[in-house]
């Protein structure tokens, strides 16, 4: 459980992050939606430690966020973020290892047998086993964002934050990766906050959607409660119909 209780946080430019409240449970798929510049990249950056200088309170299953060692919160959320760089020209098996180092024993990390296991299997989830000793930056964009979804699933911690994990993924892959995400959280009972620029992938994947604007959650609740024509036009200034997905009934956008 992830509960955000009067957060505020500035970058020293203008821009502020409110969170008054915020409630994720155990097992939840939640992904934020909002226009570009919104916060919703700075409320995963806060929630995955990189950002830590926050006021208020943010607690990872009832105690505060800011006593968990980076190594403690490592084994407690995976990230897939927006964006990534790496220094050096490791390669795939090399990058995807790093998942493994909260659960070394030793100062130095050594992959046990069980963590080559996981590790392969990673990369064997995401379709990139036989390119495990290729550079990384050899890949496509696509590639990249496999990669580091791989690394994430290696990490097998209850809780994922995805940040705009399939923005670089052609449709195809878009709607496997979204189904096997799914069925490991519901397998696993993970809990996964999502941030989405796709709000219709956003209805299908996500139990409950929150709506960002200008720093703070303007919405929040069911697919079928923040998806309609008024909502669309306030947060993202767009004209759009709204229906009904077929099959599984929940709200999709179009242009008008
Ligand atoms: N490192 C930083 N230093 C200063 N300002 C930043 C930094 N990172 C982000 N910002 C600013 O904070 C605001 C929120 O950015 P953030 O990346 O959280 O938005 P977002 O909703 O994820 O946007 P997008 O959809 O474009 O990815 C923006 O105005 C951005 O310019």
């Known amino acids: 459980m992830i509960t955000f209780n009067n957060v505020r946080f500035t970058y020293g430019n203008g821009f502020s992050l409110k969170i008054d409240d915020l409630k994720v449970i155990k097992g939840d798929i939640v992904s934020i939606i909002g226009p570009n510049g919104a916060g919703k990249s700075t409320l995963i950056k806060i929630l995955s430690g990189i950002l830590r200088n926050y006021k208020g309170e943010i607690l990872l299953n009832h105690s505060d966020l800011k006593n968990y060692s980076y190594k403690e919160l490592s084994k407690n959320i995976a990230v897939v973020p927006q964006e990534f760089n790496t220094s050096f020209d490791y390669d795939l098996e090399s990058i995807v290892s790093t998942s493994r180092i909260p659960f070394s024993k030793r100062i130095n990390f050594f992959e046990s047998e069980q963590d080559r296991r996981i590790i392969d299997e990673a990369l064997q989830t995401v379709g990139l086993i036989s390119y495990k000793n290729k550079p990384f930056s050899s890949l496509s964009g696509g590639e990249k964002q496999k990669v580091m979804i791989a690394r994430a699933i290696a ?26 995400v799914k069925e490991m959280v519901i397998k696993e009972k993970k809990t996964v906050l999502a941030v989405f620029h796709d709000v219709n992938n ?37 004209e759009a119909y709204i229906i009904k997905h077929p099959v599984k009934k929940v709200p999709q956008i179009l242009f008008k």
């Open 155 to 180: 990490q097998q911690t209850p809780i994922l934050l995805l940040d705009e994990f399939s923005s670089h993924l052609d449709p195809g892959y878009t709607q496997s990766l979204l189904k096997l």
């Open 202 to 238: 956003a209805a299908l994947f996500s139990d409950k959607l929150i709506v960002m604007k200008d720093g703070a959650i303007r919405y929040s609740g069911t697919p079928a409660d923040v998806l309609n024509e008024s909502i669309m036009h306030e947060i993202f200034d767009m």
